[in-house]
């Protein structure tokens, strides 16, 4: 059983940044494909990266060049970077754990959300 608990969001004018950080417990986290989920209201919820346990990346085209996935194994966390934000980055964040495979279609563990907000 995993738990993963995100932070960092907040209100954040256009063009400003944001760091988000998940905290994860539980075994093989080195090895897991940890993402990044977010959903605006009114809209469906969307991947905006992820980062397998091989050492891969991948972005949403809406976030490529703006947005950096990290994580630090060490202390089983997992980072999202967001610069030049945009007022449609409005959205609450989620943090997603897959234990098995290198992607976060079908994650295993959910974060609560945070909740970010973009906006003069």
């Known amino acids: 059983q995993w738990q993963l608990v995100e932070s960092g969001g907040g209100l954040v004018q256009p063009g400003g940044s944001l760091r988000l950080s998940c905290a994860a417990s539980?075994?093989?986290?080195?090895?897991?494909?940890m993402g990044w989920y977010r959903q605006a209201p009114g809209k469906e919820r969307e991947l905006v990266a992820i980062?397998?346990?091989?050492?891969?990346?991948n972005y949403a085209d809406s976030v490529k060049g703006r947005f950096t996935i990290s994580r630090d194994n060490a202390k089983k966390m997992v980072y999202l970077q967001m610069d030049s934000l945009k007022p449609e980055d409005t959205a609450v964040y989620y943090c997603?754990?897959?234990?098995?495979?290198?992607?976060?279609?079908?994650?295993?563990?959910w974060g609560q959300g945070t909740q970010v907000t973009v906006s003069s």
């Open positions: 997603a754990a897959d234990r098995y495979t290198d992607t976060v279609n079908r994650p295993q563990y």
């Open positions: 539980g075994t093989f986290f080195s090895i897991a494909t």
């Open positions: 980062f397998t346990g091989g050492g891969s990346t």
